[in-house]
């Protein structure tokens, strides 16, 4: 017979939210303070929605690949000579 297909997860605990970016439980309570994640409550217990995590790293990876890429690409100055 058919087994149910498992449905991807939606919601993320702090702690899986910190393994999947790599950061530590201060790190996401700031970016969550400064309003770059959102942390969703259910009684007591917090989460961070897939969606919200995937929207994040979307916006990291469009500043590194859009507005580093100047940076990256200028070549430095000449100094001028010592006196």
């Known amino acids: 017979m058919h087994e149910p297909q498992a449905t991807p997860r939606q919601l993320l605990s702090i702690q ?3 393994q999947v970016l790599s950061i530590g439980r201060t790190m996401l309570y700031s970016l ?3 309003r770059e994640l959102r942390i969703l ?3 007591r217990r917090s989460f961070l929605a897939v969606n919200e995590i995937e929207k994040f790293v979307q ?3 469009g500043f ?3 507005d580093r890429s100047d940076f990256v690409n ?4 000449a100094k001028p000579p010592l006196p």
């Open 32 to 34: 969550a303070k400064k």
């Open 74 to 77: 200028r070549r430095p100055t």
């Open 64 to 66: 590194a690949s859009d």
């Open 16 to 18: 899986e939210a910190c």
């Open 59 to 61: 916006t990291l990876s």
């Open 41 to 43: 409550k259910i009684g």
